[in-house]
C-alpha cells in the first residue's frame, strides 16, 4: 500500500480507499516498521497482489530517510578540472534505505555547495552516475554536484555534494623562446648540435603538464624535428642532428595543460649555421648620393649577417679631423657623420677586424663616399641661375636652411661655418662657387626652349639693352659673341639691391650674367656695352632665363640679334680707290639715323650724280659709283667732288677719275 492512502495513528487506521470502495481496518503493532491488518468485508491486496478476503495481512510503513553516500566528479576517479564548456559527469556511492528501498536519485548543480543555480534538481532514476550536457560553463569557474536520495515511501536522503571541479577549456599562455641555451643567439659553427630555452609559459587554472618542442626550417615549418615532449623541462639539447651550412634552423614551442589544452606554437628568430666570414649586403645612401655638408648625414652599413666587433677609420681627401659616432645593431652598422664636411670632398671608410659572432674575421672593406657641392641646392654638380634663384628666395624668406657661411678653405672645397644669419658671408661663399664652376662650364651648349614673353631688347650706338620682367626674383642672361668685329661686357648701372654674378670668357666671345634681387625695383635691366672693331654687322646669340620668387620660370629662351656698328659722329671718307677707273666706293657713318643726300659735282659745279637720296638708319654705310652720270652715260676722267648732306652734317671731298 502506498503510505499516503493510510494514516496510521493509535493502531487504527482511519479510511482506506480502494477500487472505489471504503474499508474499515483494525491495524495491531506487529514488529518494527510492520503492523497488523485486520480488514472488514471486501477484497484487498498486499504489497505483493495477494488478495484476501476479510482476515489479516501484514504490512510493511516506513516513514525513515535513506542514508546519504558521498558524490565524486567524473566517472570512478574524482575530477578537479574539465575541459568541456557544455557538460559535467558524476557519480555516487554508498546511498541505503533498509526499509522501502531506494526508487530515484536526484542530482542538481551550482556555483557553490548545495546551490542550483545551474541546473535544479532532476531525475537519474536507479543510475549512480549522470552526464549533464547542454551546459554553458565558464572558464575559470568552479561547479558542484549535489545528489540525494529518495526511497519507496518517498523519503529523501539528505543531499551530498561533490567537492567540486573547475572548468578549463583556454590553453596555456605562451611565453618566449630563445636559440641557444642562454640568451638568444643567431649563429652556430656546429654541424650537429642544436639547444633552446624558453620562459613566461603561463596557465592559471589547471597548470602546465608538459612542454613540447620542434625544428624547421621555415617560420611555418616543423617537419625537420617533429613535436618531442620535454616534461616540465623549460629547455632541450640534442646533439644527433644533420645541419646544413648558411641553413637558417627554427624552434617551436607548445605547452599542454592538464586538462590536454594546447597553447599555440611560438617560434625562434631562428638559428644559421655559420662556417664563413661577415661580408658587405647594402649600403644606404649609395656612393652616387653625395653627403650633405652643412647637416648631419647618416650612412646605414648592412652586413650579411650581426657583427661582434669591429675597426673603422674614416679619412678624408680636405679634413684632417670631424666629428663622427658609430652604432651597432647586430647586422646594421649606423654611422653619423657632424656637419660641417668641406665641399667636394671624398669620404674614404676603412674597416678592418670586422667579426661575427662566432669569430670569423673579414677582410678588409673600403668604402668611399662623396660631400656635395655647396651651394648646388639643386643637386646637378654646378651652380647655375636656378641655385642662385634658390638662393636670393631664401634670403628674402628669411629661410637659413640655404645657409653657406661664412665659409673657409679652398675653392671649390670651402668648409661651412653655419652661424643661423643670412649675410654678406653667404653670399660670398655663393659667389666664389659661382665663379668656380663658370670657370668649369661651358656656355655654347645653353640654349633654352622658347617659354613665356619674348626678350625685350633695344640697340643704341654703344649700348645693348635687355629688360628684365617686372616679376623676376633671379635670372640669367649668356650671350656668344663673334669676338672678330665686337667685345662686350657688362656695364649695369642700375641702382639697387642685387646680387650680380658676370663670368667672361673673351677668348672664345661669352659673357654670362646672373642676377638675384634682394630688393625690388620698379624697373629692372641688364645693360651691357659693345664695342666694335669693324663697320660689319656681326650675329649674337642670347639665351635667357628669369624665375619667379617661387623659383619657377616665368620665361626663357634663346634667339640671334644682328648687331649693327654705330660710329660716335657722323663722318665722309675719302673714296677708295683714288685715283679710280671705272668704280670707287665712298664709305659714310651715320651715329643716328637721317635722311642722306649724297651728290657728285664736276670741277665747274654742276650735279652730275645722286648717289644717295633717302633715310637711312644709324651705322657704317657706303656707296659705289661707276662714273656714269644720271642717265647712265660714261663721264669723262679729270677732277669731281662729292659732297654728303645728312640732317646738320655735310662735308665735301675731291677725287679723280682716270681715262
Known amino acids: 500500500f502506498d503510505q499516503s492512502d493510510i494514516t496510521i495513528s493509535n493502531g487504527t487506521v482511519d479510511v482506506f480507499k480502494g477500487s472505489g470502495k471504503e474499508y474499515s481496518f483494525e491495524v495491531t503493532p ?4 510492520k503492523v497488523e491488518i485486520t480488514v472488514g468485508d471486501g477484497v484487498a491486496q498486499d504489497a505483493d497482489g495477494i488478495g484476501n478476503v476479510g482476515g489479516k495481512f501484514t504490512m510493511v510503513y516506513d516513514i525513515t530517510s535513506p542514508l546519504a553516500g558521498s558524490v565524486i566528479d567524473g566517472i570512478n576517479e574524482d575530477m578537479d578540472w574539465s575541459s568541456t564548456p557544455d557538460q559535467l559527469t558524476a557519480m555516487w556511492m554508498n546511498f541505503s534505505d533498509s526499509l522501502s528501498g531506494i526508487g530515484d536519485y536526484q542530482y542538481a548543480i551550482g556555483r557553490s555547495v548545495g546551490s542550483t543555480d545551474v541546473l535544479d534538481w532532476a531525475s537519474s532514476a536507479s543510475d549512480t552516475t549522470v552526464t549533464a550536457t547542454g551546459l554553458s560553463l565558464e572558464d575559470g569557474s568552479t561547479y558542484y554536484i549535489s545528489v540525494h536520495a529518495v526511497d519507496r515511501a518517498g523519503n529523501v536522503s539528505p543531499d551530498s555534494t561533490s567537492n567540486g571541479v573547475t572548468v ?5 599562455e605562451t611565453g618566449i623562446v630563445h636559440d641557444g641555451d642562454g640568451e638568444d643567439v643567431d649563429r652556430t659553427t656546429s ?10 609559459f603561463k596557465d592559471e587554472l589547471s597548470g602546465i603538464a608538459f612542454y613540447e618542442y620542434a625544428i624547421g626550417i621555415g617560420s611555418d615549418d616543423t617537419s625537420f ?5 620535454t616534461g616540465l623541462n623549460t629547455f632541450y ?3 644527433d642532428l644533420t645541419l646544413e651550412v648558411d641553413t637558417v634552423y627554427y624552434h617551436f614551442i607548445r605547452g599542454r595543460d592538464v586538462v590536454g589544452n594546447i597553447s599555440d606554437p611560438i617560434v625562434s628568430d631562428g638559428i644559421t649555421v655559420d662556417q664563413s666570414p661577415p661580408a658587405l649586403l647594402a649600403v644606404s645612401p649609395d656612393k652616387y648620393s653625395p653627403l650633405p655638408v652643412t647637416a648631419s648625414s647618416e650612412i646605414i652599413i648592412t652586413f650579411t649577417e650581426p657583427i661582434d666587433s669591429f675597426d673603422l677609420i674614416i679619412e678624408s681627401d680636405v679634413l684632417e679631423d670631424f666629428a663622427y659616432s658609430t652604432n651597432l645593431i647586430e647586422d646594421s652598422l649606423f654611422v653619423t657623420l657632424a656637419p660641417p664636411l668641406a665641399s667636394m670632398d671624398t669620404l674614404t671608410f676603412k674597416f678592418r677586424n670586422v667579426t661575427d659572432l662566432v669569430g670569423f674575421v673579414t677582410d678588409e672593406i673600403s668604402l668611399g663616399f662623396n660631400t656635395e657641392v655647396l651651394a648646388d641646392y639643386n643637386s646637378d654638380e654646378k651652380i647655375d641661375v636656378s641655385d642662385l634663384s634658390l638662393f636670393v628666395g631664401a634670403w628674402t624668406d628669411g629661410d637659413l636652411s640655404l645657409e653657406l657661411g661664412p665659409a673657409s678653405g679652398v675653392v671649390p672645397h670651402l668648409i661651412p661655418a653655419i652661424d643661423g644669419v643670412m649675410d654678406i658671408w653667404d653670399i660670398s661663399a ?3 662657387m659661382w665663379h668656380w664652376s663658370h670657370g668649369n662650364s661651358m656656355y655654347l651648349a645653353r640654349s633654352y626652349p622658347l617659354g613665356g614673353a619674348d626678350l625685350d631688347v633695344k640697340q643704341s650706338s654703344k649700348i645693348l639693352t635687355v629688360k628684365v620682367p617686372d616679376d623676376a626674383l633671379a635670372g640669367e642672361v649668356v650671350l656668344q659673341y663673334q669676338t672678330s668685329g665686337t667685345d662686350i661686357s657688362f656695364g649695369d648701372s642700375e641702382i639697387g639691391e642685387r646680387i650680380i654674378l658676370t663670368s667672361k670668357d673673351a677668348a672664345m666671345g661669352q659673357l654670362a650674367v646672373a642676377f638675384g634681387y634682394i630688393e625690388q625695383t620698379d624697373q629692372k635691366q641688364l645693360l651691357f656695352n659693345t664695342q666694335y672693331h669693324t663697320s660689319n654687322s656681326s650675329n649674337l646669340t642670347l639665351s635667357y632665363i628669369f624665375y619667379s620668387n617661387d623659383n619657377t620660370v616665368i620665361s626663357q629662351g634663346t634667339k640671334d640679334i644682328d648687331l649693327t656698328p654705330v660710329p660716335d659722329q657722323f663722318a665722309l671718307h675719302q673714296n677708295y680707290p683714288n685715283p679710280f677707273n671705272p668704280t670707287t666706293t665712298i664709305l659714310y657713318d651715320l ?3 637721317a635722311t642722306v643726300h649724297l651728290v657728285i659735282y664736276d670741277v665747274l659745279g654742276r650735279q ?4 644717295v637720296n633717302q633715310d637711312l638708319t644709324a651705322g657704317y654705310h657706303k656707296a659705289v659709283w661707276d662714273a656714269t652720270d644720271d642717265l647712265g652715260r660714261p663721264l669723262s676722267g679729270g677732277l669731281y667732288i662729292y659732297r654728303i648732306q645728312a640732317g646738320d652734317y655735310s662735308k665735301t671731298m675731291k677725287m679723280v677719275l682716270l681715262k
Not at 30 to 33: D, L, M
Not at 191 to 200: G, H, K, V
Not at 225 to 229: E, F, L
Not at 608 to 611: A, E, F, G, K
Open 225 to 229: 624535428v617533429g613535436w618531442t615532449t
Open 191 to 200: 654541424f650537429t648540435t642544436l639547444s633552446a630555452n624558453w620562459t613566461d
Open 430 to 432: 655663393f659667389t666664389r
Open 237 to 239: 639539447s640534442r646533439d
Open 30 to 33: 506487529a514488529e518494527e516498521g
Open 168 to 172: 578549463d577549456f583556454s590553453p596555456p
Open 591 to 593: 651715329p643716328e639715323a
Open 608 to 611: 652730275v650724280r645722286t648717289l
